[in-house]
């Protein structure tokens, strides 16, 4: 199974600044990688698939990028309701798809 | 409204038996693959199992295997998971999601179903 490696696995950043995380998975998955955000009790919520593509109704102060092993998610202005945990997840070799351990998004 | 809603979930022994259902609505349920994630307390996500849509396809993850079935009721738009020979270590939320182009995504979830076993 691909290994999926967040970093940081928790930040503290205020209402305006620049968050990014990054994403390693332990071979390449070209572009199949997927970001999403959950917030405590809810359930997950898809922000963005293949890599960079943002899905529908998620704000633009969201973007990612990357391919083969290196991904980043960047939230560019920060929200209050931005601060959540974020998953990162493979889905090129499926099944299993495979999730990072996360990185919380804390207010600082 | 795409709405997934969870239900079943519960208190079971360990070597006991759940049934989990996940009502769908406001999609085509029967053109979807539809799959379990789960979330145990404090920890990250796993994924569970994937039905295709005709149910003809089904995957598990290795730590189910063997215990756990997937399974669907198109005509009533409705997925299941029947778990079986519970361990302490599958206590976890359980989440169905709905599968866009087989495993590249899950673009709705439910609000999940808590399973404690204990």
């Known amino acids: 199974d691909i290994q999926m490696t967040q970093s940081p696995s928790s930040l503290s950043a205020s209402v305006g600044e620049r968050v990014t995380i990054t994403c390693r998975a332990s071979e390449d998955i070209k572009h199949y990688l997927n970001w999403y955000q959950q917030k405590p009790g809810a359930a997950p919520k898809l922000l963005i698939y293949a890599a960079s593509t943002l899905q529908s109704g998620v704000p633009s102060r969201f973007s990612g990028s990357g391919s083969g092993t290196h991904f980043t998610l960047t939230i560019t202005t920060l929200q209050p309701e931005d601060f959540a945990t974020y998953y990162c997840?493979?889905?090129?070799?499926?099944?299993?798809?495979?999730f990072g351990g996360g990185t919380k998004v804390e207010i600082k | 409204e795409v709405r997934l809603m969870e239900s079943g979930g519960g208190l079971a022994q360990p070597g006991g038996s759940l049934r989990l259902s996940c009502a769908a609505s406001?999609?085509?349920?029967?053109?979807?693959?539809m799959n379990w994630v789960r979330q145990a307390p404090g920890e990250g996500l796993e994924w569970v199992s994937v039905i295709s849509a005709s149910g003809d396809k089904i995957y598990y993850a290795d730590s189910v295997k063997g215990r756990f079935t997937i399974s669907r009721d198109n005509s009533e738009s409705t997925l299941y998971l029947h778990m079986d020979s519970l361990r302490v270590e599958d206590t976890a939320v359980y989440y169905c999601a709905k599968d866009v182009e087989w495993l590249r995504r899950f673009d709705i979830w439910g609000q999940g179903t808590a399973v404690a076993v204990s």
């Open positions: 406001g999609f085509t349920f029967s053109a979807s693959a």
């Open positions: 997840q493979q889905c090129y070799s499926v099944p299993p798809p495979t």
